[in-house]
């Protein structure tokens, strides 16, 4: 008896051992194959139908007038179709929805037939492109003129905090005189 109990004790141990492993490793899903070969020609090729793709092709889908102040938000899934979200200004996104028609065609021309289904604007701030915002600062002639009217006050704390006024109310004069012409 106590050798049958410790064949069957060794026998456990054994077998413990050798489980849990496969014989074959099963084969890799076909969705990573077809990623592996997407993700670098998405790259090279600007390809995909996210909103950030549409951003290289914007003005060619908008036109010039709308693609300057409206910009492509995300796409939304649907049962009838996707729809493309847009942002733009206030009263500019009144007019866009009433352009979506030849919108939606240059879309499937771009993107494939039926792609996009609809097109919803959302209202969003008007912003200047980074060239054409103003830029902070005192302009090199009107810094120097500052620089020459302190340079009689001996004390440094009071020179500096006079700079400082002097410079946010010379920025602040330019701003106004800029936004009434």
Excluded: C, Y
Excluded at 162 to 167: A, D, N, S, T
């Amino acid at each position: 008896m106590t050798d049958d109990r410790h064949n069957k004790q060794v026998l456990g141990r054994w077998v413990e051992t050798q489980r849990g492993r496969p014989q074959f490793r099963p084969p890799p899903s076909a969705g990573m194959a077809v990623t592996k070969i997407m993700r670098p020609l998405a790259r090279k090729h600007g390809g995909g139908s996210s909103a950030l793709a549409l951003e290289k092709i914007w003005p060619e889908i908008m036109g010039p007038r709308w693609s300057k102040i409206s910009s492509p938000v995300r796409f939304l899934g649907g049962r009838q179709g996707r729809t493309l979200i847009i942002s733009a200004p206030g009263p500019a996104a009144a007019l866009i929805l009433a352009q979506s028609g030849p919108i939606l065609q240059r879309l499937d021309a771009h993107l494939g037939q039926g792609h996009v289904a609809r097109i919803k604007v959302v209202q969003g701030r008007m912003t200047r492109p980074a060239a054409t915002q103003p830029k902070r600062g005192l302009p090199p002639r009107k810094a120097s003129e500052l620089q020459e009217s302190l340079s009689e006050i001996e004390n440094p704390r009071l020179k500096a905090a006079l700079e400082k006024m002097g410079r946010s109310v010379l920025i602040r004069n330019e701003k106004s005189v800029s936004e009434k012409q």
